[in-house]
């Protein structure tokens, strides 16, 4: 089965203004919500967006951040999962 773009759905989004780091909660298809982490989108000069960027390893402000809106994450995660 192929990768189809249109399946691929992002289901809720934060960004961290100052480092870039997106964390999206994300489904494909008909399959069980996942968070990722990742890409980060920095701005250029004339402030655009740049293209995005593999996260990499996490700087203290990304972690600090990222802790700071865990219980989001975890309470919009536990909304779109499906009960077992």
Do not use: H
Not at 2 to 19: G, H, Q, R, S
Not at 26 to 31: A, D, E, S
């Amino acid at each position: 089965m192929a990768y189809d773009p249109e399946k691929d759905n992002v289901l809720k989004k934060w960004k961290c203004e100052e480092t870039g780091l997106v964390v999206s909660i994300n489904r494909y298809g008909n399959g069980e919500p996942k968070v990722q982490i990742g890409p980060r989108i920095l701005l250029k000069a004339d402030g655009t967006e740049r293209a995005p960027l593999k996260a990499g390893r996490l700087t203290i402000e990304d972690v600090m951040w990222f802790y700071n809106i865990i219980d989001d994450v975890k309470d919009e995660l536990t909304k779109l999962a499906k009960p077992e």
